[in-house]
């Protein structure tokens, strides 16, 4: 199984799709050439490195990477009380599949990315999967301006610790 990865009180939380074969092999999300382009956007984010948690919607590696049918809901309970637990004040999903677990009246995956959402009353942003980025320029240009979008709403990830300090979030919710 592949939880997650990331601090134990996450700031901001991706949540992907589902483990590919190097997750599986590691037990960590996001450790494979998806993963080094998501590790690649976060670096350009002055953020602490503590601040940010990746997880899937799915926890096991699906049979030749196809989810099967159900899977995703098999998982939605265990998905819920991670996020609970985790507790993050700032959710972003990474393609489609996220963004249908956790908003499902979302536009499909192009029109949605680049914008805010919200979860339980938490407001999430919607990126591309950064997979999508190999398969056409086009999605990485999209991919690069969704990222210069939530870098300038959330220009601040202060932890828990920081006694004080102003979280801005995304435009409208300033008071997280
Ligand atoms: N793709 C995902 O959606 N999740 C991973 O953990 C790796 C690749």
């Known amino acids: 199984m592949v939880i997650y990865r990331g601090p134990p009180a996450p700031r901001l939380l991706f949540v992907g799709e589902a483990p590919g074969k190097e997750e599986d092999a590691r037990g960590l999300p ?14 350009k984010a002055s953020w602490p490195a503590e601040a940010v948690g990746v997880t899937n919607v799915v926890m096991c590696r699906p ?9 995703v809901e098999a998982c939605h309970p265990w998905l819920e009380q991670k996020v609970r637990l985790l507790d993050p004040p700032v959710l972003a999903t990474l393609g489609g599949t996220a963004l249908r677990a956790l908003v499902p009246d979302a536009p499909r995956p192009l029109e949605a990315a680049g914008r805010w959402y919200s979860w339980e009353g938490r407001p999430l942003f919607a990126l591309l999967h950064p997979a999508a980025t190999l398969r056409s320029r086009r999605f990485s240009q999209r991919w690069d301006q969704d990222w210069e979008t939530l870098r300038t709403d959330l220009p601040v990830l202060p932890l828990r610790s920081d006694e004080g ?9 300033e008071t997280l």
């Open 30 to 43: 996001f450790v494979g050439r998806s993963g080094g382009l998501l590790d690649t956007a976060i670096a």
């Open 63 to 71: 049979p030749r990477n196809r989810l099967p049918p159900g899977a």
């Open 165 to 173: 300090a102003t979280f801005r979030g995304p435009p409208g919710r």
